[in-house]
């Protein structure tokens, strides 16, 4: 530890980084093994692997010390790599830093004698090296097409220690601010830089802070939202597990710039990791004097609360979050007035959420010209995006605004899982939309992507293929939004409701054809009509779906049909006769006792029992059960069966 | 909002037509001031917007979307807005369509048919709740069978909530209860209390403003029920029989009955209503109602009797009584709940007919402290502001006043304002609801009053923050005052008071830094020994930071009955003629013997006590009492019974039979408020018209007519074809602070009233008194000591009693507690005492236990509660069977006369369990 014997001041912030940079710069003896403990890489069982790193080394100590080694094993933040926690990276002397994943304490055992003592990496776990840290994994197409400038830290340093944090370039924004900058010149450089703000909406962040700037009032507010609530949507939260002095850091620039002396970071309760770094690093800089009292010694006050969220997706919007702060049930009100202009407790406030503050201290660091070089002309910078679904990469990719979705799947997501075929992909949230196969090459931008009927939103990435049904997402969708509505407005309330139910109807085969322009016309009464964000694009999944994927819905309303073999009431599984060789593990695999069959002879489902799980489908080895629309497996069965009493009601029933 | 004159104006276009509104002003607002109706559900103008109906949807040029909600968009200069477009007519049509798809359909059922907005909004615009969702689905009813009518007072039917939201922002930002708000998400919403409870387990106190302010049939008083629905009775608006805020209420009337009761919008309650006025009316039609009078016959027993009968009778004896004993052996109590005009027509009868200065009401048990030290420091002894500037007072001084029970309505001002940012201090030594929601809350033991302000003012003045301006430029006597505080250090006022030093030196530095600070008192101040010394305290310490004499700042007496402060007005008092002119003013004097055609008395005459006292001694042979019941309501009862046993002849005039009437030689049936006309003065000076409602029953007659025809069999003519307007004419001629008062000018503006003073009939009334002068000139300080009260404990009775109301109960409980739902909510008195009290006494919270004064002794029932001192006991006085004035002291104020109810020394002992008094 370095130690901060007392807050620092302008003058001795240059000694204090160079103490700190010494401390993160590994001497000629030093090992460091490094172990993402994100949360990704604490449910993948991260914690056993460090245990298994330290007691092995303690085992070998003779061994280290003869190779004239002194080992760091250092917990760090998400990489971004999830599908191959746990991560566990080695750097040794003279060699370069090499990642490992899915690491057992078995595998993690062996990394350490082999690979720290021995100097032999084990390359049959390797899944790549770094050599530059400004550009990891050099030459992998997953990292290559990334922009790691908001998770430039993430992996790297210990989230717990601020001198890592300090060492690779923390507060020099904060220090650059205090020591040469106005309110208005910070305000200037962040609208100059064209940052646009990371929840979703896109709006021009130093244009918000100037509103807040502007605004009369003795007293302002900041707020952090890391209310992250969309389904499948974690970037902030690695962020703030991996890097939570940035976020520190762009709040109190931030402050600075409107005029604000106090904040709240609105973190949901969920993320327990995120709020133990959080307090850690507050209670880290306050030490040192980058935050509370006579920052830096310059008289600049600026206190920042932590805020659990009682987790309402709701309270991700801007003004029933502040409700929530306030103590009063998170629902949103209407704008005007804007928080710039009556926010917390009636002061004017400025919200920006986890990734938009950030990009601040990196902005105001390398300039707002540096940063305005990257992205497209309207909007500038990167995105970091959680890929999941069923790509195979899944985990978080940083990519430069204007990137194509083709590039983002394809290439650092690596395709589709078990090569089906790509189908769309959901973006935004519940608030998005799904982009369709046709649309693969759309630019990721904010405008791109309005255009096609999504939205960026947060930066959820949902991929999606030939065995999904639209449907049955856009349902999901619905269900999603109509049991978060907060329940004040009634179209949020009740026209979501009255689409989940016309959803759940076509999905049960009940679906008429004027469905299909109700839930159009529902949903646009539904974006027309309500208060908040929340309402205002909750139809987004269905609309979408309906444009571009209209076949799906077509199928099951007038054929029965879910052709993507979802939807339970749409789908029959039959065992094909002739394929079938009795080998019963389809018996053994279903849960109802459906099937009967002699061992070695064909065996059938008995339709009445089926509840459709697909279980039987996912087992057999010989393509024997066929899953298909009601009617047509039926016929199927019956054909090949030649009797299929057990199917013959069904035939006559359609 | 109000008096913040000269706003920037701007204009806009609404509907093609230039609208030049305020700025800060919503396009909803800007809308109405055109004269253009915009529909709303969840909008209300006492409530912060919500913007969640969506009904007040508006086209706007250039706005995101097009539409935007009225209700909380500012209007912006050059905004172009349309609010009836195809458009936007669509727009609505289909959120209703949205609500009524899931709203039960039943209007044929419904209490609100005809009443209930969400019908007339359906109706308007053609909406069926079928057409949206489909014929073919129509959607399951999402929250059925919630129905709670567990409480006595209304019924709560959540599958016909909208949830729009009012009822919770009326019950949280208004009344600062927040009982309900919503819970769960989704289709799964609701309105409800904490933890779902039955209502009467949460913080609800039944004050109906959320039935008022629902749009639907969701809320519905049990009142009236299946009676009739609002085209099926008359809604006839008159003002509230309780307390002094001077509610207009509606009483709903069918074929000639009360069937319910609703609020009205008027120029005091802006439609707020507490419970009893909302849900206490019922006892109009009480079967108990006195309806023919009664004469006690040889036998002793009460027999009914001709009016004629009864009139010669009570003519026959008040004659003889004053031809023999000489007419100070009368004595006359009018009432402060009977109207002004009743009032006048009382005291002109007691002093031209009979010739006595003996004229007193229950004022003196209340407000005499008021009326006299307030006359002394500023020359008028009334509420010097109106109830509605609070809601622009930065500082509240609440000393002895339970405002949220005594005066919720103005509770319910006080709290927005406070929800707004203002500084509340309360002083009082029990936990009061205000006491919980203030900054500042000082604990004073009862009767230590002086020495708390005095040590406040001590502060003020050492830290320098007396306005030296104001008391330089306004007042008088300051020198005298500030060598006494010199006596009050902090640490002293705290030894007598209890409070801590450090306490007083926060609340005396918020009170004395705000802007514009209101102080806020009632009988916690007034009802002591030392009654006039506390007020004189209150206004010192008011004039000495400048804090009287304007808007939203001043010294504000709460007065306690609808009418009390007209029934002062009109001389039921023994030294005043109407207006406060004085019996012993020759010049006055000669003015009334002139209008009334009489030579009257120029001695001041006995008050309530005083009259009482008299009585026992046998100087006083007949009273006379109107609308009264000292046989509850007066300290020390068993001698208060004594004194009407020892009466030659005691007339009560009264709508049910009471402990008082009990007594009586004759007892006349009066018609209550809901069976005639006339004026009630309520504590912000405001005068306001009211008219009948129904007949009275039997041969009830209002209290005007039997005075004036009693007055005839007298010898002294008092007629009024004319009725009581006529009244008021000539209250009006005699009395300048009514001097512009007329029926006719208090019906103008949707009987907005006047407030006193009103010289002339051109005069518009006076929101704030003193302003730029004091009534009496400049401001008189006082040079205060502190006294200890009359009794303090001591071995014998080493507990402390205070005694006051309750929210659900008024006064004697003659009306309320025949209410059904208030009787039923609270049925019986209790004592507060705290754990240590009552374990040494070997009670429990629940059983019974026997308290006795010097005075007598009752059992109640223990209420062990926290928020009161050990040492320390309060009970109601509202019941009659164990009623706390058998304890009360009837030690007086040398001034004002008023009884020191508010303290005195009692004993607790176990009673067991189910004892009865």
């Known amino acids: 530890m370095v130690p901060a014997s007392s807050p620092l001041k302008m003058a001795d912030i240059s000694a204090f980084r160079r103490r700190c940079e010494d401390q993160y710069q590994l001497l000629p003896r030093q090992a460091l093994v490094l172990v993402g403990l994100g949360t990704c890489g604490l449910a993948a069982g991260g914690d056993p692997v460090a245990k298994a790193l330290r007691e092995q080394l303690a085992t070998e100590a003779e061994a280290v010390a003869t190779a004239d080694l002194e080992v760091e094993v250092r917990a760090t933040g998400c990489m971004g790599m999830c599908e191959d926690e746990v991560l566990v990276d080695v750097v040794r002397p003279g060699m370069p830093r090499i990642t490992y994943g899915h690491v057992t304490p078995e595998k993690a055992r062996r990394i350490v004698s082999e690979h720290l003592i021995g100097g032999r990496p084990v390359d049959q776990w390797v899944l790549g090296q770094i050599t530059d840290e400004d550009r990891p994994y050099a030459g992998n197409v997953v990292f290559d097409k990334q922009d790691r400038i908001v998770l430039a830290n993430c992996g790297f340093i210990d989230p717990e220690k601020v001198e890592h944090y300090v060492a690779r370039g923390g507060y020099a924004g904060l220090e650059r601010v205090m020591s040469s900058m106005s309110p208005a010149q910070v305000i200037e450089e962040i609208k100059a830089s064209g940052l646009r703000g990371r929840g979703g909406a896109g709006f021009p962040a130093g244009l918000k802070w100037e ?106 919007e801007e003004t029933a979050l502040m409700a929530s702060i306030m103590g009063e049930r998170g629902m949103p009100r209407p704008r005007p007035p804007f928080p ?125 293929d030939e065995h999904t049904c639209m449907v049955d997402l856009a349902r999901y969708f619905m269900s999603f939004v109509q049991s978060e509505s907060c329940g004040k407005c009634p179209p949020c309330r009740i026209g979501t409701r009255l689409m989940l139910e016309c959803l759940e109807r076509i999905c049960a085969g009940e679906g008429k054809m004027e469905d299909l322009g109700w839930l159009e016309r529902m949903g646009q009464r539904i974006k027309d009509y309500s208060l908040c964000g929340l309402g205002q694009t909750a139809p987004n999944p269905v609309l979408t779906t309906l444009q571009y994927f209209g076949d799906e819905y077509l199928a099951h309303v007038q054929d029965k049909v879910c052709p993507a073999g979802v939807c339970p009431a749409l789908v029959s599984y039959t065992i094909v006769a002739d394929a079938c060789t009795g080998c019963t593990r389809c018996v053994r695999a279903c849960p109802v006792n459906a099937i009967s069959g002699k061992v070695k002879e064909p065996h059938v489902i008995d339709a009445e029992l089926c509840v459709k799980c697909g279980a039987c489908f996912e087992v057999c080895r010989f393509d024997a059960i066929v899953r298909g629309a009601a009617a047509a497996a039926a016929a199927v069965a019956g054909g090949a069966a030649g009797e299929g009493t057990a199917t013959s009601e069904e035939v006559t029933g359609e | 909002m109000t008096t913040t004159a000269a706003t920037n104006m701007l204009k806009l276009t609404i509907n093609d037509q230039t609208v030049e509104v305020a700025g800060g002003a919503t396009v909803l607002e800007a809308a109405l001031a055109a004269g253009i109706a915009i529909p709303t559900l969840c909008h209300h103008p006492l409530l912060e917007p919500s913007g969640g109906c969506r009904m007040c949807l508006v086209e706007v040029d250039g706005a995101r979307g097009g539409l935007i909600t009225a209700c909380s968009t500012p209007a912006v200069a050059g905004m172009v807005v349309r609010t009836n477009t195809e458009r936007v007519r669509t727009a609505r049509r289909d959120v209703l369509e949205l609500l009524l798809a899931e709203h039960p359909l039943d209007c044929l059922t419904c209490e609100r048919t005809g009443s209930c907005d969400l019908q007339d909004y359906a109706y308007e615009y053609g909406a069926d709740g079928k057409t949206i969702a489909g014929a073919a689905y129509p959607p399951a009813a999402v929250r059925p069978d919630m129905v709670d009518g567990t409480n006595h007072f209304f019924v709560r039917d959540l599958d016909k909530c909208i949830l729009c939201g009012r009822c919770v922002k009326i019950c949280a930002e208004v009344m600062g209860y927040g009982a309900i708000d919503f819970v769960s998400r989704g289709a799964q919403t609701k309105v409800t209390t904490s933890f779902d409870v039955p209502i009467e387990q949460s913080s609800c106190v039944f004050c109906g403003n959320c039935i008022t302010i629902c749009p639907t049939g969701a809320l519905q008083p049990k009142q009236g029920a299946r009676q009739g629905r609002s085209f099926q009775y008359d809604k006839v608006r008159t003002v509230c029989p309780y307390c002094g805020v001077g509610c207009s ?48 016959g040889e036998d002793g027993e009460l027999r009914e009797a001709s009016w004629d009968e009864a009139l010669d009778l009570v003519a026959r004896r008040l004659v003889e009584i004053r031809d023999q004993h000489g007419p100070d052996a009368i004595g006359g109590l009018c009432s402060a709940k009977v109207t002004n005009e009743e009032n006048y027509v009382f005291q002109r009868f007691m002093r031209a007919a009979l010739g006595t200065n003996n004229v007193d009401h229950c004022a003196r048990l209340c407000h005499a402290s008021t009326v006299a030290g307030l006359a002394l420091s500023f020359g008028s002894g009334a509420m010097t502001n109106s109830y509605w500037e ?206 009334w055609e009489a030579e009257l008395s120029p001695t001041p005459g006995l008050t309530v006590i005083e009259l009482l006292n008299a009585a026992e001694a046998g100087q006083v042979k007949a ?175 080493p507990v402390v009693l205070t005694t006051g109301r309750i929210l659900y109960h008024f006064h004697t409980g003659t009306m309320t507690r025949r209410s059904a739902g208030l009787g039923a909510h609270v049925p019986e008195g209790y004592i507060e005492l705290n754990a240590r009290d009552a374990a040494d006494a070997g009670v429990g919270d629940g059983d019974m236990v026997k308290v006795t004064s010097r005075r007598g002794s009752i059992t109640t029932r223990a209420r062990v509660i926290e928020g009161i001192a050990p040492g320390v006991t309060f009970m109601p006085f509202h019941f009659a069977e164990a009623a706390a004035n058998v304890l009360t002291n009837s030690a007086l104020d040398p001034t004002a006369k008023i009884p020191e109810l508010k303290v005195c020394a009692v004993r607790l002992e176990a009673a067991g369990a189910g004892g009865d008094a």
Request: glycine share 12%.
């Open chain 1, 211 to 316: 509103f807040a700037h502007k605004a009369p009032g003795d007293k302002k507010y900041i707020i952090c939202n890391a209310d992250e609530g969309d389904p499948g949507a974690f970037m902030d939260r690695s962020l703030l597990e991996g890097d939570p002095h940035a976020l520190i850091e762009g709040m109190v620039i931030g402050a600075y710039a409107i005029g604000a002396d106090e904040g709240y970071i609105y973190c949901r309760a969920e993320y327990p990791l995120a709020i133990k770094r959080l307090k850690i690093a507050i209670e880290q800089a306050k030490g040192l004097g980058l935050l509370g009292a006579d920052i830096l010694g310059t008289g600049f006050n600026c206190e920042l609360h932590i805020k659990e969220g009682a987790g309402a997706f709701v309270c991700g």
């Open chain 1, 340 to 464: 710039a202009q009556r926010g917390l407790w009636g002061r004017p406030t400025n919200i920006n959420n986890v990734e938009t503050w950030v990009n601040v201290p990196r902005i105001i660091a390398r300039g707002a010209e540096w940063f305005a070089s990257i992205g497209t002309p309207n909007s500038k910078g990167t995105k970091v995006f959680a890929l999941t679904g069923k790509v195979r990469n899944t985990g978080l990719a940083e990519v430069p605004m204007g990137i194509t979705i083709r590039e983002i799947v394809f290439e650092i997501g690596g395709g589709i899982q078990h090569d089906r075929k790509y189908k769309a992909v959901q973006i935004g949230g519940p608030s998005g939309g799904c982009i369709p196969e046709s649309l693969i090459d759309t630019p990721v931008d904010y405008d791109s992507l309005i255009a096609a009927g999504a939205m960026m939103g947060s930066g959820g990435m949902v991929v999606v």
């Open chain 2, 623 to 797: 009273v006379y009492i109107m609308g009264e019941n000292p046989m509850v309501s007066d300290p020390d009862l068993t001698h208060v019974e004594e004194a009407l046993r020892s009466l030659d002849f005691l007339v009560v005039q009264d709508i049910f039979m009471t402990e008082t009437s009990a007594l009586a030689d004759v007892v006349l049936p009066s018609a209550s408020y809901a069976e005639k006309d006339g004026t009630f003065t309520n504590s912000e000076r405001r005068i306001q018209l009211f008219g009948p409602a129904v007949a009275a029953p039997g041969q009830a007659r209002a209290d005007w007519e039997i005075i004036c025809d009693l007055a005839g069999r007298v010898g002294h003519e008092m007629n009024y074809p004319g009725g009581t307007a006529e009244i008021m004419d000539e209250i009006a001629r005699l009395t300048p602070l009514y001097g512009g008062v007329s029926h006719a000018r208090l019906a103008e503006h949707d009987r907005r009233g006047l407030q006193w003073p009103c010289p002339d009939a051109k005069h518009p009334g006076t929101p704030f008194l003193h302003a730029g002068k004091f009534s009496r000139g400049l401001g008189q300080f006082a040079a205060v000591e502190y006294r200890p009260p009359a009794e303090v404990p001591d071995d014998e009775y």
């Open chain 2, 249 to 296: 209420i509606n009483l709903h009337v069918r074929d000639g009955r009360v069937i319910g009761s609703s609020a009205a919008e008027g120029p005091s309650n802006r439609k707020l209503l507490c419970v009893k006025g909302h849900f206490g009316h019922d006892w109009i039609q009480s079967p108990e109602r006195l309806s023919t009078p009664l004469i006690r």
């Open chain 2, 390 to 595: 609070f809601e622009d007072s930065d500082a509240f001084f609440i000393i002895g006043s339970n405002t949220t029970e005594t005066h919720p309505v103005i509770a319910a001002v006080v709290e927005r304002a406070r929800q707004r940012g203002a500084t509340m201090i309360v002083a009082d030594p029990r936990e009061i609801e205000f006491a919980a929601r203030a900054d500042i809350w000082l604990q004073q033991a009862p009767g230590s009053d002086v020495a708390l302000l005095n040590g406040m003012m001590h502060v003020i003045l050492a830290e320098g923050l007396a306005d030296q301006e104001f008391i330089a430029a306004r007042t008088e006597g300051f020198s005298e005052l500030e060598a006494k505080l010199a006596e009050y250090p902090p640490e002293r006022a705290a030894e007598i008071s209890g409070v801590p030093a450090e306490d007083i030196r926060r609340a005396a530095r918020a009170y004395a830094a705000a802007g514009s600070a209101a102080i806020l008192y009632s009988m916690g101040i007034t009802q002591h020994t030392t009654g006039v010394d506390n007020v004189r305290s209150i206004a010192n310490l008011a004039m000495m930071t400048g804090n009287v004499g304007k808007y939203a700042a001043g010294v504000n007496p709460l007065r306690g009955q609808n009418n009390v402060q007209g029934s002062c007005d009109m001389g039921g008092l023994p030294g005043n003629f109407p207006g406060y002119q004085l019996v012993g003013n020759d010049d006055h004097r000669a003015k009334f013997e002139a209008a």
